[in-house]
């Protein structure tokens, strides 16, 4: 299946800083990417639907200027956590579909970032 | 808000067993997925099923889907101990544009025991 990696894998932050996690798709071009978060015992929260060359399409109830997302190519979105505060720690996980492939539908998932804000 | 509701939260059997897994959900889809996520890693797509479907397989696991009820259910046959994780459901809906944004289930947490 299409690979999608991370980076980082984990990071601690002072609280105040920003911080920045990449998603690449390494042998696929997607036009779309989702970011989600996860807290800990939790499932998945989708926090927004990342699109190459265009504004990103954020969740009710997500901040838009706290989490800015950049899709600026066809392999690669960024997520920055502006300003984190300790609230902010958790599993940053983002997918990415594949339109090329004949089955559709499927997510390959990133391996996920661990933010942790002291 | 989540989408879909899955029982148990939390399973625990032993090796060779079977295990289901059941998730509800709440609008109309066009597919239906499962995934597994191991303790602190990524996620790992199992299966699709899409709404015109009512079962599928896969190795070890089967997956059933009723539109009516709009339930799935994830069974996984001869368990063994690496089956070990959390499996979640996640649906497409229809309403999302075509965007194909899924929305999670709050999982099922599976122990195996050897």
């Not at chain 1, 699109?51 to 920055?80: C, P, R, W």
């Not at chain 2, 599928?56 to 001869?78: N, Q, W």
Request: net charge positive; proline share 3%; hydrophobic share 30%.
């Amino acid at each position: 299946g299409a690979v999608v990696s991370q980076h980082p894998s984990w990071v601690i932050c002072k609280s105040g800083t920003s911080v920045k996690i990449e998603c690449r798709s390494l042998d696929f071009q997607a036009t779309t990417m989702f970011w989600y978060r996860q807290f800990p015992k939790q499932s998945l929260m989708l926090m927004a639907t990342s699109n190459e060359g265009s504004k990103a399409t954020y969740e009710q109830g997500v901040e838009k200027d706290k989490f800015l997302i950049n899709h600026a190519s066809l392999t690669l979105s960024t997520l920055t956590v502006t300003s984190a505060h300790p609230e902010d720690s958790s599993f940053y996980i983002c997918s990415a579909r594949d339109p090329g492939l004949a089955r559709g539908g499927e997510q390959f998932f990133g391996p996920g970032t661990r933010l942790t804000v002291l | 808000s989540q989408q879909g509701e899955e029982d148990p939260q939390a399973l625990s059997i032993q090796e060779g067993e079977n295990a289901t897994m059941n998730c509800s959900y709440k609008t109309s889809i066009n597919n239906l997925q499962w995934y597994r996520q191991n303790s602190g890693r990524g996620l790992v797509h199992l299966i699709l099923i899409r709404s015109n479907e009512r079962e599928k397989h896969s190795g070890r696991l089967r997956v059933t889907l009723d539109t009516s009820k709009k339930s799935s259910s994830l069974l996984i046959t001869a368990s063994r101990a690496a089956d070990t994780a959390s499996y979640f459901c996640a649906t497409d809906a229809t309403g999302s544009g075509n965007t194909g944004k899924l929305i999670f289930g709050q999982g099922t947490t599976l122990q195996v025991k050897p």
